[in-house]
């Protein structure tokens, strides 16, 4: 269980990550698509460590 | 061969594909070639794991049969297609055992254990083989392919055999109900693993229908200013950044 | 007492680096252990063993470093298909998958599957990975560093100063400006794979002139300042996810060649092909000389070190040598994304840890660094796979191998620990008399299954080289790593010389492999040559062999005729009946 709170917490640095990223290379206009883009994969990932679930969850998406 | 009620769905689903839809039988030659190739690497990774001399010289005959099968529907896909386009993109697919998960990072018998690895062996090959009667039926009349199939159907005969026979071995010095249930575990994982393999397709769709509207709705408007990002060619002096040891955590 | 591990993949070529010391202990790529050639994905099994050969748990290494930034990589990724709107669409759909499921979560990854601490992860830069590979193994104290591949995160070509302060990035070019990319592109417009064809579009070159070389500088186009820039109308490999060149590619040049048709050189179309391919070749070098001329002049060193892809093309590194401003070149083996594993381990160890170099001994013994196995396991899986074999007393392997080899047949050579890279090197290799002439056809056609205008290369005595081939001074320890094309100076030789009289050369010192240096004196002393024919010990589309029983596995379905597996001898007739 720790592990996986683990895992999930190095998963949410990357926003941080990206915000100095965009703030480096002054490219604002990415801040958007990169945070839905990312938040996307989350929800991905999370899919497929329960793969079986998928049809479910995207009848709710 | 007859046709029963359990490889009723099978005939039918192989007929679609071979006689309804002409350039998909040499892509399946190819989708083939790669599981058999993916077989053989599980067998001569078993080879390596086991702890019984006697049986690595099964599993490695098992091995050969299969890389030597892959290759023949390797031939088969190639001479069906000509080399070209979506047979070709197939065969040369290196990812295709991995992105299809017919292989991990793990060996199939290092997951299983030995007896649950040959009542795998038992079960898949079996399996195979009624497959490939099938296919063997509906392609009879191509002398080549008509052969391929009754040596692959032969070596099937000796999988099935050993298996079977080194699973009655350990029934019989008295583990039958550990044998019965590791068979049982199997056929209960093929079905499992069909479901989740059909949830991951659809999701993997699900989410191509999603990545298309987000192309269109979050990357299209920035496009205008993307392009007028002036390209700077030639050789460019580095930005300044920290040092070695205070950049290296970061991802950016 | 301190590890370090570099680890790649995710793109080409997952490997793991394991470093005691700053010294290279274990390093293999993951495509030896999970048998899927150029294994992109994490190196799980290559990790796995590279610790268990140290006899260490990761909870003892200092840090874990991944070879380049990923959020950077999605950064350019991002732009690139952005600017590209909307033909971009389907490589977005396609490659942002991978990126959200997969590329982006690389920490977590390794967090997770390889069991590290977060803290101790740290990430290089890609270009970073690959001088750092270079610089840090090479034996020089102060050298130029020269790195040009595909692309890393946004820089193409990356121009360094080492010394002991460590490496001094001086400029860079960036995306979509590639050498890499755009030999890549005419490696599809040749019929070839992308990131595995790139060496036969060289071997494809010698059959041709480089007539088009006006036509390919419309492409790839030289600049004032010793740059270059690419006419982008002619490539797509920025917006396309399976096009990496336009149609008016093909009005420029002609039609492209339909991958999996023949070449033959002598027909009209074979010879446009053969060609272009020169032309290619011709360009890449001219744009490769002309940026080591920028980085001499900015420098003033008279070492350069070279990495990323394009590295290991080993003809341009011949011409960078006898054309370019430098008295000398190094390369290591691993020049590609492999390779870029062990320059974050080395750029780990010397920069963010400070620590200083060595130079007395050498980072990297030998070609040598993967998995070996002992005559004990070797013995027993022959006698319990039932193969008939005769055990060798281990000092006479190299007389009966050579005597075998002198007779004509073809040996399958499996010694010591696999190679690091690309090349085989004499630890899994398939060797043959170079003399006979029909020994390359031999080869191509019943072993290897390959083209049939691919060369072989020659293994050599160090010593002896000078007397077969015209080894430019400076270019010693490329041949060393087979990573340098020479002239071939004699006739002896028809199986390993190619069309335009050059071999790609490995010249084999006592110190980095003595059983292979001594199978090789002994055919000298057979033949008056201590030259042998040498190949990698693998089967069409697949990686080369590690293990015993994958070398058996491939030998019985080849036509090999002997094998030779550490101290035991196996005929392909009458050894195995299943």
Not at chain 3, 54 to 61: E, N, P, Q
Not at chain 3, 277 to 284: E, M, P
Not at chain 3, 353 to 377: E, F, K, S
């Amino acid at each position: 269980m720790a592990d996986r709170l683990q895992t999930f917490l190095v998963r949410l640095g990357v926003f941080g990550e990206l915000w100095r990223m965009a703030a480096r290379s002054k490219r604002w206009w990415l801040v958007p698509m990169m945070v839905v883009l990312v938040l996307l994969g989350l929800v991905l990932t999370g899919l497929q460590a329960v793969p079986y679930l998928s049809p479910f969850i995207y009848a709710v998406l | 061969m007859t046709i029963s009620a359990a490889n009723l769905p099978i005939w039918l689903a192989s007929w679609l594909v071979w006689k309804i839809v002409p350039g998909r039988a040499a892509a399946k030659m190819a989708e083939f070639s790669h599981t058999e190739a993916g077989s053989g690497l599980d067998m001569l990774a078993a080879v390596e794991e086991t702890t019984r001399p006697e049986l690595r010289a099964r599993y490695f005959r098992h091995a050969l049969d299969e890389l030597r099968h892959a290759r023949l529907f390797r031939e088969r896909a190639q001479a069906w297609s000509g080399a070209r386009g979506r047979t070709q993109a197939v065969l040369e697919d290196s990812g295709f055992i991995a992105s299809h998960g017919i292989r991990t990072t793990e060996s199939l018998f290092r997951q299983l254990g030995e007896r649950e690895f040959l009542a795998f062996v038992w079960v898949h090959e079996k399996r195979g083989a009624e497959q490939f009667d099938i296919y063997a039926s509906l392609l009879g009349h191509d002398a080549a392919t008509a052969a391929m199939f009754a040596e692959i159907a032969k070596d099937e005969r000796f999988h099935i055999a050993y298996s079977r026979a080194e699973l009655d071995r350990l029934a019989k010095a008295g583990d039958e109900a550990g044998v019965r249930g590791a068979v049982f575990k199997v056929r209960a994982r093929r079905a499992w693993q069909l479901w989740v393999r059909l949830s991951l397709d659809f999701g993997n769709f699900m989410a191509g229908i999603w990545l298309t509207i987000l192309y269109v709705v979050l990357l299209g408007p920035f496009s205008v200013v993307a392009r007028a990002e002036r390209p700077v060619g030639g050789v460019v002096p580095p930005a300044p950044r920290p040092a070695p040891a205070d950049r290296a955590r970061e991802m950016i | 007492m301190s590890w370090v591990l570099g680890l790649s993949g995710l793109y080409h070529d997952s490997a793991a680096v394991l470093l005691h010391d700053g010294r290279v202990v274990a390093a293999a790529s993951e495509e030896r252990f999970s048998r899927v050639k150029h294994d992109a994905g994490l190196p799980v099994q290559a990790t796995r063993w590279c610790l268990a050969h140290a006899g260490i748990t990761m909870a003892d290494v200092t840090h874990v470093t991944w070879y380049e930034k990923p959020l950077r990589k999605f950064e350019r990724m991002l732009v690139s298909q952005v600017a590209n709107f909307p033909r971009s669409a389907s490589a977005f759909r396609r490659g942002t998958f991978n990126w959200l499921t997969e590329k982006l979560w690389v920490k977590a990854a390794i967090v997770k599957e390889l069991g590290v601490a977060p803290a101790r992860v740290l990430f290089s830069d890609h270009h970073q990975s690959h001088a750092a590979s270079a610089f840090y193994a090479s034996p020089y104290a102060e050298a130029a560093v020269l790195t040009v591949d595909g692309v890393g995160e946004w820089a193409t070509t990356s121009l360094y100063r080492g010394g002991p302060g460590g490496l001094e990035l001086l400029g860079e070019v960036l995306f979509p400006d590639s050498i890499g990319l755009v030999y890549s592109a005419f490696t599809a417009y040749l019929g070839f794979q992308v990131n595995d064809g790139e060496y036969k579009v060289m071997g494809m070159a010698a059959y041709g002139e480089p007539r088009f070389v006006d036509e390919v500088r419309k492409v790839l186009r030289p600049r004032e300042d010793g740059a270059f820039d690419v006419d982008l109308s002619y490539v797509s490999y920025h917006w396309s996810a399976d096009q990496s060149y336009t149609r008016r590619l093909e009005e420029l040049l002609g039609p492209a060649r339909f991958p999996g048709s023949g070449f033959d050189p002598t027909t009209a179309e074979g010879k446009r092909y053969a060609d272009i391919a020169a032309s290619v070749q011709r360009v890449t070098e001219d744009a490769l000389v002309a940026i080591a001329n920028v980085l001499h002049a900015r420098t003033g060193l008279d070492t350069l070190c070279l990495a990323g892809g394009v590295a290991l093309n080993s003809v341009a590194n011949r011409a960078l040598l006898t054309r370019g401003p430098f008295a000398r070149l190094f390369v290591q083996p691993a020049a590609g994304d492999a390779g870029g594993a062990m320059g974050a381990a080395l750029w780990t160890w010397h920069e963010v840890m400070g620590n200083p170099r060595t130079l007395d001994t050498p980072v990297l013994p030998g070609p040598g660094l993967g998995q070996a196995w002992d005559d004990a396991t070797i013995g027993a899986l022959l006698t319990d796979l039932r193969v008939k074999h005769e055990v060798l007393a281990p000092d006479t392997v190299a007389v009966r191998a050579a005597a075998d080899i002198v007779e004509g047949r073809v040996l399958g050579w499996v010694q010591g620990r696999f190679e690091w890279g690309p090349r085989a090197l004499g630890h899994r290799s398939i060797l043959a008399d170079p003399r006979r002439a029909d020994m390359k056809d031999r080869i191509n056609a019943r072993i290897k299954y390959r083209e049939l205008f691919r060369p072989f290369a020659p293994s050599v005595c160090a010593g002896a080289e000078g007397r077969y081939f015209d080894v430019p001074p400076g270019g010693e320890q490329l041949a060393e790593w087979m990573l340098l094309v020479a002239p071939v100076t004699t006739d002896d030789f028809p199986a390993t010389t190619h069309a335009d009289g050059t071999a790609r050369l490995h010249v084999v010192h006592a110190a980095a492999n003595p059983l292979y240096h001594a199978l090789l004196t002994e055919v000298g002393r057979l033949t008056g040559h201590p030259v042998v024919l040498n190949t990698s010990f693998n089967l069409k589309g697949e990686p080369i062999v590690s293990s015993p029983v994958q070398a058996l596995a491939t030998f019985f379905r080849s036509g090999l005729d002997v094998l030779y597996l550490g101290a035991h001898r196996v005929e392909q007739t009458g050894s195995y009946d299943g």
